[in-house]
């Protein structure tokens, strides 16, 4: 089957891009394009399966939207994909609220695939001897669409995941699915509304494959630098506003009658960790001080990447392991508030509703989901994540400062007492009563 992507971008824009990109040799090497535009077509083939992860096969899959003309066949399963049979046919793709064309050619054959993958209001014009025989705008009400989250990520799946339901809503359509095991039971739980699929079949009306990128990618509408984690679902999805917050209902009941606080110390790598000296340790001192119980709920008691070593503090009572997603937010619902990084048990506390310290410097506040009591220096180098001009997550640990004593400043410069400060406000605004005080209470 003869295949040409066409692109919603400006095609220049990703000429400047493979120009000094290392895998067009290796292109130039397998297919030995002879014009531009065969160069094009390799790069849009090798860039649309790495980004999404994909087989070979959804280029060839078979496309089940039948428009009634024998083999024109159209459907939305990987961005726009259309077959078109042999013969004077004109095909011309534009976004139907803006009007701009994207793609108006003639074609005999072979099937034409978008680059872009994420929400346009497709219209599609199809033209047999200059006489149009057939027109279609996107529209998923009373269609099922499916939705594939590739990540791993607890935090970026939650981001997501409120523009997946409202998704359904807006556009009143069955929405289904697919993401990793670990996640569909808290899923369900929270989205009961949402089947979930064991594999895609691409014989939905749509599917999109909505991540969380980490700079400028060219197939991508915006640059994920610039925008909140919790507005990007939406630009992904065709949601332009926020969706309401979902409510969680516990499943069992707390682990003890007696309040307790919960701590989350890693994230996915060490450069997300707060580096003051035995700041943990401060924290959980002055938290067993007031009363509480301290927990502390990570995947894992002790780690070592990027350099470090962040283990958890002694004072804190031992709930790590890898347990079920339900029972963390089962045991996050219950909790008096929750301390932690830019990490997935913090976004996992915001969804349960259970109030968060957020302790994280090395992105804007605006990054995350809010929270009034977010920790950061922005005395000094802070926000890297957010910065156009770098990318958080390279092979260097601190991308302005590696190696020398400003490295990471960022997570090492927030101190206990400004920690402290935020639990202290947390606790008037909340009119919360610590256990100590409840006790010397007459």
Not at 218 to 229: A, E, L
Not at 314 to 325: I, Q, V
Request: with cysteine; aromatic share 12%.
């Amino acid at each position: 089957m003869r295949l040409h992507f066409f692109t919603v971008n400006d095609i220049e824009a990703y000429r400047k891009t493979y120009r000094n990109n290392p895998s067009v040799e290796k292109i130039f090497n397998e297919a030995h394009p002879q014009t531009i535009e065969e160069l094009d077509q390799a790069f849009f083939f090798r860039l649309a399966k790495n980004s999404l992860d994909v087989s070979d096969g959804i280029f060839e899959s078979k496309i089940y939207g039948d428009t009634g003309i024998d083999g024109l066949r159209l459907d939305f399963n990987f961005g726009l994909r259309l077959d078109v049979p042999e013969g004077n046919f004109r095909v011309k793709v534009s976004d139907f609220d803006t009007g701009e064309i994207f793609f108006d050619k003639y074609i005999s054959g072979g099937r034409l695939i978008s680059v872009e993958q994420y929400f346009i209001r497709w219209h599609v014009e199809i033209f047999l001897d200059d006489r149009k025989i057939f027109s279609h705008t996107f529209n998923p009400e009373g269609q099922a669409v499916a939705v594939m989250i590739r990540t791993d990520a607890l935090g970026d799946m939650l981001a997501l995941l409120p523009y997946v339901e409202e998704f359904r809503k807006v556009y009143r359509c069955e929405v289904r699915l697919l993401l990793e095991e670990n996640l569909r039971e808290l899923v369900s739980k929270l989205y009961p509304e949402i089947k979930l699929l064991d594999q895609i079949d691409f014989q939905t009306y749509a599917t999109y494959y909505p991540t969380m990128m980490t700079g400028n990618a060219i197939n991508w509408p915006v640059d994920t630098r610039r925008m909140s984690m919790t507005r990007i679902g939406g630009i992904l999805l065709g949601i332009n506003h926020l969706p309401q917050k979902n409510s969680f209902k516990p499943t069992a009941p707390p682990v003890t009658d007696e309040p307790y606080v919960c701590i989350g110390i890693h994230a996915r790598n060490a450069r997300k960790s707060w580096h003051w000296p035995n700041g943990w340790d401060i924290v959980v001192d002055y938290l067993k001080s007031l009363g509480y119980r301290v927990f502390c709920i990570d995947k894992n008691a002790e780690e070592n990447n990027d350099g470090f070593n962040v283990r958890k503090p002694e004072g804190a009572e031992d709930f790590t392991g890898n347990r079920p997603l339900l029972e963390r937010a089962n045991m996050l619902s219950h909790a008096e508030f929750f301390i932690g990084l830019s990490s997935g048990l913090s976004w996992l506390a915001y969804t349960v509703d259970c109030p968060v310290v957020m302790i994280c410097g090395f992105s804007q506040d605006w990054c995350e989901f809010y929270t009034p009591y977010r920790v950061a220096n922005r005395k000094v180098c802070n926000g890297c994540l957010n910065d156009v001009r770098t990318v958080f997550f390279s092979q260097c640990v601190c991308p302005f400062h590696e190696k020398t004593p400003r490295e990471l400043e960022c997570q090492k410069k927030i101190s206990p007492r400004m920690v402290i400060n935020a639990i202290e406000r947390l606790i008037v605004d909340r009119k919360l009563t610590p256990p100590a005080l409840r006790r010397n209470s007459f």
